[in-house]
């Protein structure tokens, strides 16, 4: 696609629901990450693929954190048992290759847990 | 003490004023980031620079490596430039986007 495209663009859930965020990153774009951004806070790094393997998943909060990429392309954020503090707006971004090149951001899902 | 700090933290400006934002960083880096994130937008990668300076319309980015700082400099500024600028950095040597964010900086630029 022309660009990075993320779904849904937001999501209320109760506490404890599951919930599920997809990317959809720049055709060709090997590598993917996902951020989460709090209210008025800076992005943080969750987890980064290179291809269809997670290269580093040490951002990612707890085990109730998973992501997936099973063919390379599209990405899953997985969230289970939701809580409040989990409320963010979740950033994916893609780049060309392994190095430090310039990222291209999606829109982000804003994830509110009530 | 945050590995990436910027200055200031809010920044009004006149139109047409030249305009300075600045990034500190304590780790070192393989590449630097300026973005920009408009109130309740995405996030747009202007510059990545890991020596030097560029340049982009009105927009210009340096870097001393040595002195582990970065400015982001908007020339004539316009109210359309008014958002949050970002500095992040690619940690280590070959790193990936793995990036660590510094905190923002908001601009306000009036008519």
């Known amino acids: 696609g022309a660009g990075v495209s993320q779904t849904p663009s937001n999501k209320v859930t109760e506490k404890g629901k599951y919930v599920e965020l997809r990317c959809d990153p720049i055709?060709?774009?090997?590598?993917l990450y996902w951020y989460r951004q709090s209210l008025g806070q800076g992005p943080e790094f969750l987890i980064y693929f290179q291809g269809t393997g997670a290269a580093d998943d040490s951002g990612l909060p707890n085990d109730r954190f998973f992501a997936v990429r099973p063919e390379g392309s599209v990405s899953t954020l997985k969230i289970q048992r939701t809580e409040r503090g989990d409320s963010a707006v979740y950033l994916c971004?893609?780049?060309w290759g392994s190095g430090a090149n310039v990222l291209t951001f999606g829109a982000g899902s804003r994830l509110t847990v009530l | 003490k945050n590995e990436v700090e910027q200055s200031p933290q809010n920044l009004t400006a006149q139109e047409g004023e030249f305009i300075t934002i600045n990034c500190s960083y304590s780790?070192?880096?393989?590449?630097l980031h300026w973005l920009q994130q408009h109130p309740g937008g995405g996030i747009v990668s202007l510059f990545m620079?890991?020596?030097g300076k560029k340049k982009h319309g009105r927009l210009i980015a340096t870097i001393n490596i040595q002195e582990k700082h970065s400015s982001l400099h908007i020339t004539a500024s316009h109210p359309r430039d008014s958002a949050v600028y970002i500095c992040?950095?690619?940690?280590?040597?070959?790193?990936?986007?793995?990036?660590?964010f510094g905190t923002g900086t908001l601009l306000a630029v009036q008519p």
């Open positions: 971004a893609s780049s």
């Open positions: 620079l890991s020596s």
């Open positions: 055709s060709g774009h090997t590598a």
């Open positions: 780790v070192g880096i393989s590449a």
């Open positions: 992040a950095v690619s940690r280590g040597r070959g790193a990936t986007n793995k990036l660590i």
